[in-house]
């Protein structure tokens, strides 16, 4: 199948050769786009270095690209990334990143378990509102700090589904915000169960729904054809 996977620009990354992987072809659609925020990482990046964190959590491979090459020289601090595309990116630096079991955040806090009482956790990430993480640590005695080191604005631009037999919504926001047209014969995906449950509450029901990861979707898609 051709899938249309929705990505911010420039984060596009390894997806034909992971879709490839599994007997597909694929290209992106932005239905949102980044705005860095520099001074907001150039903070980060300085308390990082001065040791003022004992774990920084990566929740997508965006923050760590943007990131990684300031806090190359770190030491001391744990590094975990939420998934592998995000821990390659920052080995691209040099850096060396524990990798979550699961693909949501969600998992982050029972990974550390009790390590995580009364350490410090600086979090780079979107702007985009996570209250459960940072209750989470909050709860378990970690003291966290987030860097809201880029925001996500729509394009409102309306998606090229023309030459795609599926849609992949890789999040969310990129679902709630998109411009599209759904149609009779358009395969609708959902990576991960939350995305599946904010599409579903707006009445569109995905016909395939992943496990958080790019993988994961492919090969829960590969069944639904076989099934």
Not at 73 to 85: D, S
Request: hydrophobic fraction near 45%; charge should be negative; include cysteine.
């Amino acid at each position: 199948m051709k899938i249309a996977i929705t990505r911010l620009s420039g984060k596009e990354m390894s997806d034909a050769a992971r879709c490839a992987d599994f007997g597909h072809t694929c290209y992106s659609v932005h239905p949102l786009r980044s705005e860095v925020r520099p001074d907001v990482i150039e903070e980060f990046v300085t308390m990082a270095v001065r040791g003022e964190f004992d774990a920084v959590f990566f929740t997508s491979a965006l923050p760590a690209k943007l990131i990684a090459p300031g806090i190359a020289r770190v030491k001391g601090a744990r590094i975990i990334a939420i998934g592998p595309q995000t821990a390659k990116e920052l080995s691209l630096h040099g850096i060396e990143s524990e990798t979550l079991p699961g693909f949501y955040s969600r998992d982050f806090v029972p990974y550390l378990g009790d390590w995580i009482a009364g350490k410090r956790i600086g979090i780079p990430r979107a702007a985009v509102p996570n209250p459960a993480l940072i209750d989470a640590i909050t709860d378990a005695g970690g003291i966290v700090r987030e860097f809201r080191c880029y925001g996500l604005e729509p394009t409102g631009d309306a998606l090229d589904l023309i030459a795609a037999d599926a849609i992949l919504f890789t999040s969310a926001m990129s679902f709630t915000k998109a411009v599209w047209t759904p149609r009779p014969n358009l395969l609708v995906m959902a990576i991960g169960e939350m995305t599946d449950a904010v599409m579903q509450n707006a009445g569109v029901k995905p016909a395939v729904v992943g496990d958080g990861s790019l993988e994961g979707t492919l090969g829960a898609l590969n069944a639904y054809l076989t099934g």
